[in-house]
């Protein structure tokens, strides 16, 4: 079972990530991150809390990156935090970790747009901003 938990913060949005995150779920992060998208360009970062995220397949990955560039498309960041080992592990595999920022936790996460990296998507707006280096885990 999975579920997507959102809550706003004064430094931006988390997404609470609980459970196994796979083909047959994927579409419960697609609707939050739709409702997020549609409030506009927002204040602050995106981070996807998965402290709970037990499992996450190729689907799971695939929505993480459509999220990722839909964010970036209006200018705002995907920060990821308290990635478990196994999905950091698939991260590092197929160079993920080179684009998605990581954080040990989600104050580190919410705070990092100062000395974090923040990628923006090719063609985005903000992508003539310089990408700062890493901050974060996987460094």
Do not use: N
Not at 59 to 86: E, H, I, K, M, Y
Request: aromatic share 6%; proline share 4%.
């Amino acid at each position: 079972m999975f579920s997507v938990v959102v809550r706003q913060d004064a430094r931006g949005v988390v997404f609470a990530l609980r459970g196994e995150l796979d083909f047959e779920s994927v579409v419960q992060l697609h609707e939050a991150g739709e409702q997020e998208l549609g409030r506009g360009p927002g204040v602050g970062p995106v981070v996807a809390d998965c402290s709970d995220l037990e499992f996450c397949d190729s689907s799971g990955v695939g929505a993480l990156v459509r999220f990722f560039q839909q964010l970036s498309a209006q200018g705002r960041a995907l920060r990821l935090a308290c990635v478990p080992d196994s999905v950091a592990r698939l991260f590092s595999l197929t160079g993920l970790d080179q684009v998605f920022s990581v954080h040990a936790d989600v104050s580190d996460a919410l705070v990092a747009g100062t000395g974090g990296r923040e990628i923006v998507a090719p063609g985005a707006a903000g992508a003539d901003k310089p990408v700062q280096p890493s901050g974060g885990q996987g460094t």
